[in-house]
């Protein structure tokens, strides 16, 4: 069966920094393009970053760019979200989502990130 396990979140203040990590299993990862999303309460679900299969190619969202780096290790299944310089809106819940060439995707349950002095 297919999982996506986050693990990384927390509470932090402004100004820090967070690693997020996803783990996969039960489908053949590096065919695979991989997201993290993010939902904060009241709002939209938003896209923070995309890398393509074999890490050749990465998307950020606007609120991400220049902060944040998507990365992935396809010999460990797993995918990262290193996040600096962290704002109080940049908390929300964050989910790893996994993407082929069909349906369906993936989603992992989440993780909370905080950033509150």
């Known amino acids: 069966q297919v999982q996506l396990v986050e693990s990384g979140g927390g509470l932090v203040q402004p100004g820090g920094s967070l690693r997020l990590s996803c783990t996969a299993s039960g489908f053949t990862f590096t065919t695979y393009a991989m997201k993290w999303y993010r939902q904060a309460p009241g709002k939209e679900r938003e896209l923070v970053a995309a890398i393509s299969s074999y890490g050749g190619v990465t998307t950020y969202g606007d609120s991400a760019k220049g902060r944040f780096t998507i990365s992935r290790e396809n010999a460990k299944n797993m995918v990262y979200l290193q996040m600096n310089s962290l704002k109080p809106e940049d908390t929300a819940v964050y989910y790893c989502?996994?993407?082929?060439?069909?349906?369906?995707?993936?989603w992992g349950k989440g993780t909370q990130v905080t950033v509150s002095s």
């Open positions: 989502n996994a993407r082929g060439v069909i349906p369906p995707e993936y």
